[in-house]
């Protein structure tokens, strides 16, 4: 009952700039924390950056001072949005939340579907 869909990415040349969004939708009774996952071809998915329900954040030191996590409780929303951006950002990106839905006795960490970011040279 409890989705997340991101959306945002795309191609674009090194220097540019990206806003992923990412929505929870369905039976949800509360948010806690939400964050942003990448995984490049060959590699392990990593952090990116996350940010708790109060708004405290957390980064990855490769995107420190370019990469900026927000939310919008209202809207069950969380974004990414990437500056100055460089061919080893390449990668398809993950959300996530701790969701606690409605008819469930806990928080479970739930997944979006990726959204393929690639940065050009």
């Known amino acids: 009952q409890v989705q997340l869909v991101e959306s945002g990415g795309g191609l674009v040349q090194a220097g540019g700039s990206l806003r992923l969004s990412c929505v929870a939708s369905g039976s949800i009774f509360s948010l806690n924390d939400m964050g942003w996952y990448r995984q490049a071809p060959g590699k392990q998915r990593e952090l990116v950056a996350r940010i708790t329900y109060g708004g405290s954040t957390n980064y990855a030191d490769s995107v420190k001072g370019r990469f900026t996590i927000s939310r919008d409780n209202a809207k069950n929303t969380v974004y990414l949005e990437m500056n100055s951006l460089k061919p080893e950002d390449t990668a398809v990106y993950y959300c996530?939340?701790?969701?606690?839905?409605?008819?469930?006795?806990?928080?479970?960490?739930?997944w979006g579907q990726g959204t393929q970011v690639t940065v050009s040279s």
């Open positions: 996530n939340a701790d969701i606690f839905a409605y008819g469930s006795s806990r928080y479970n960490l739930r």
